[in-house]
């Protein structure tokens, strides 16, 4: 790590994330809690929870709250669940708030997000416009074992399957994994979503 303060660096990498970057971030580029607090009442940095803050020239980005989100969570949350539909404009589901999967030892809790923790396969995650997401058809999986509307479930099935972001096989197949708990939930709904398209 520099000793010298890299302020360039840090707004670079935050400016790659709509502006947004953790305590951790700001160590990385030698920036001590005293210069971090010296930015802040200087109006560059805004702090925006514990150990998140923003560049106040930042412009706002596209899915700014789902960006935010994945900060807040160091880096180690997902976008899931109604957030991920509405992500890939599956259905006409608006979330009241961010859904994040996180892993089973993630302990933050100071953010106004539903914070899923279950594990998460790497084969279940994607990148879409810029934001970690999980894939489709485990969005559609988690939205059903969620208590989503049948009908938005049976939507976002079908707009998924004709945009070719996942298969009714991939969902029922996510739907039926071993040791998944919402299987009881899911299943039905999208076994009569299928049958239905």
Do not use: C, K
Not at 94 to 106: G, I, K, S
């Amino acid at each position: 790590m520099s000793t010298e303060p890299d302020l360039h660096g840090l707004e670079s990498l935050a400016l790659q994330r709509g502006g947004y970057f953790d305590r951790a971030d700001a160590l990385a580029h030698a920036f001590t809690d005293q210069l971090l607090r010296h930015h802040r009442s200087s109006g560059r940095f805004e702090r925006v929870y514990p150990g998140v803050y923003r560049l106040a020239v930042s412009p706002t980005a596209p899915h700014d709250e789902l960006l935010l989100a994945w900060v807040w969570s160091n880096f180690r949350g997902t976008v899931s669940h109604d957030s991920a539909l509405a992500l890939y404009r599956l259905s006409d589901v608006l979330p009241a708030r961010v859904h994040l999967t996180v892993p089973l030892n993630f302990r933050r809790a100071s953010g106004p997000y539903v914070v899923h923790r279950v594990p998460l396969p790497e084969s279940d995650r994607a990148t879409y416009e810029g934001v970690t997401t999980t894939t489709a058809a485990r969005a559609i999986v988690d939205a059903a074992a969620d208590g989503a509307d049948p009908e938005q479930i049976a939507r976002a099935g079908g707009q998924a399957t004709r945009r070719g972001l996942a298969t009714w096989s991939q969902i029922e197949e996510l739907a039926l994994r071993p040791h998944y708990r919402g299987r009881r939930l899911a299943l039905p709904v999208i076994e009569a979503a299928r049958a239905a398209a």
